[in-house]
């Protein structure tokens, strides 16, 4: 009965496989990151169990710590997924920091204008809803030229990121700000409460509830990637565009949707810092969550419960950075979020080489015993 | 304003461009794009403003922008070509790997979290014209001889051709017997030199580093590569386009014609309507960012 131990070898392979594939290329990038910033510290004369258990305290171990990580992890889960879902495409959005600042100018702007009488619950969702159509029009350039003429969405998001933040600056300097700051005026109606208001052990950090906004975007992108038609065919002008022009998908309808859906996703991430911390807008909130989001997405490998955990994971770095700051420099967790991302990057190709190279080596052993008997 | 010193000016701004256009069409002509362009110049002025720090002369600030960038280079290489990593990816990790790492060092050597103390330069004791004394820069002459120079390698030698032949199609280079790898590495160290020269030109001409001082510079060295179309004598055309925005943006500051704000989208506003196709089409190099 030997022929029936392959099949059994087979579908014990492929679960342990997909777990690998999965966990293995975070977990050895996290790794080297950790021994990296080991040899940081002592370069700087600290102990890195100090710095870790500091890192810690600052953030998972007191309660206004942790309610900036998951602030921070709100961002960051709004342009991971909006990296992500253009990623399943085969997309690269480079853009989300303008998209992510576009769309908090929005919400910042509506908000500003929205009469105070507005009912808070509409005012929010009307701003929801401009902070996502802001991110989706940005993205939709890059959507356009890609679609249209083929041109590279990497270079163009770049491009635009450049464009977008100076027209943001010049409208913000030139017409609407508060004199003496780089901020709108405040606004009126849409405000989201913060969690402190409920929980009042996160008394004085921003964390609000624009979480379960980002938790439930997660959610929605998981049903639309793997249960509608639209985000298998998605998917499959991710995986093999050409196949999927043949098997009857409209691959330039499919790159432009995902495109404006990325650019949506990463606007919605500006309601939090408008909308749930500060109530306006103000130049250079973005401050790299858009770039960071890219970390966030790779981590996460481009499924959106992975990104929930990868945000977790970066905004535990960058809120640790702050923590640590007195002992090493807060760039620290800056070179850290880099080796991870550089790490990840390289794993995964090698990850699934070797995993592939393992299983054709099970194959051909299973077949050699096979003919054996 | 006279003619004389817009040009002068025009070309003070425009070394960066063409030293880090040059490593950007080398890189991206033998298929690696060239996203970290900013990461290396920022490297290359720490990297320079340590050098001339320590050997209390630009020279040695020059040896040090070398090796600071050879080092991101080396990264860059590692993760490209042995490890096939996206090379979206680990260009954008480099920047940020580059931003992080000068400012960590930057503490740990000189203490400061914004600039490093003043450091020698090029030039510095020639009185008179500053504006003149600013041409008594190597670095000048090389930002001014880099990318006529990378043209005559790409379109004259066989290392050209190779390269060229790389960055198009290399299964048709490899089964001629051009060995890929090792070609594109001999790219990216070029592209890492010349970026890091265009990083150590700032600092060794401002005689310090400052905090992300290179402020985009590399992105718009990007932009240019892409608006001329991956053609050395074009990107020069480019990078000095770019520059005398600049230098007219500087000059008529008082007039307020247009805001700055708009004047600093013109690189990008122009390389995006150039990927468009509205006028020439730009085509990038056939293999830039395959990894198989």
Known sequence: MSGASVPSAGSANPLMQRFLSAFLAPIVALAIAAVIGDLLILTFGEAPATVFRLLYEGTWGNPYGFGQVLYKATTLTCTGLAFAMAGRAGLFNVGAESQLAMGGFAAGVLGMFLPASTPGVLATVLCLAAAMCAGATVAAVPGVLRAKFGASEVIVTIMLNFVVLALLNWLVAAKIHVPETLHTPPILSGGVARLSASLPAFHGSAANWTLLIAIAAALVCTWYLFRTRSGYELRAVGLQPDAAEYGGVRVSRVLFTTMCLSGALAGLGGMNFVLGYKGYYEEGFAGGAGFLGIAVALVGRNHPLGILLAALLFATLSQGGLAVNALVPKQLTDILTAVVILAVATAVPEVQKQLRAAVASAATLATRKSSAT | ?292
Not at chain 2, 26 to 43: D, K, N
Not at chain 2, 69 to 78: D, E, H, P, Y
Not at chain 2, 257 to 273: A, D, H
């Open chain 2, 1 to 292: 304003m006279s003619a004389l010193s817009f040009v002068l000016q025009t070309i003070r701004i425009a070394i960066p461009y063409l030293l880090a256009a040059a490593g950007g069409v080398m890189s991206e002509r033998v298929g690696i794009i060239a996203l970290g362009l900013e990461g290396l110049m920022l490297s290359g002025a720490f990297g320079a403003a340590l050098g001339s720090y320590y050997g209390h002369s630009a020279w040695f600030g020059l040896l040090g922008a070398l090796a600071a960038g050879l080092v991101l280079t080396s990264v860059l290489a590692v993760a490209t070509l042995r490890f096939r990593a996206n090379q979206v990816v680990v260009g954008v990790a480099l920047n940020l790997l580059a931003v992080g790492a000068t400012r960590f060092f930057l503490r740990l050597v000189f203490d400061s979290a914004s600039n490093s103390p003043r450091v020698a330069g090029f030039g510095g004791d020639v009185s008179g014209n500053a504006m003149l004394a600013s041409f008594a820069n190597p670095v000048v002459w090389i930002g001014i001889v880099a990318l006529p120079a990378l043209s005559w390698l790409l379109y004259r030698t066989p290392f050209g051709l190779r390269a060229r032949a790389v960055g198009e199609k290399p299964e048709a280079a490899a089964s001629l017997g051009v060995a890929v790898v090792p070609l594109r590495l001999k790219g990216l160290l070029i592209a890492g030199s010349l970026a890091s020269f265009g990083g150590a030109y700032l600092a060794l001409d401002q005689h310090q580093f400052s905090d992300s001082m290179t402020a985009g510079r590399g992105f718009i060295a990007l932009a240019a590569v892409i608006f001329g179309r991956w053609e050395p004598m074009r990107v020069a055309v480019a990078c000095i386009l770019f520059a005398g925005a600049e230098t007219l943006q500087i000059q008529l500051q008082g007039a307020q014609l247009i805001p700055s704000q708009f004047v600093e989208m013109i690189p990008y506003v122009l390389t995006i309507i150039a990927l468009a196709g509205v006028v020439g089409r730009s085509v990038a190099p056939a293999a830039l960012g395959k990894t198989e």
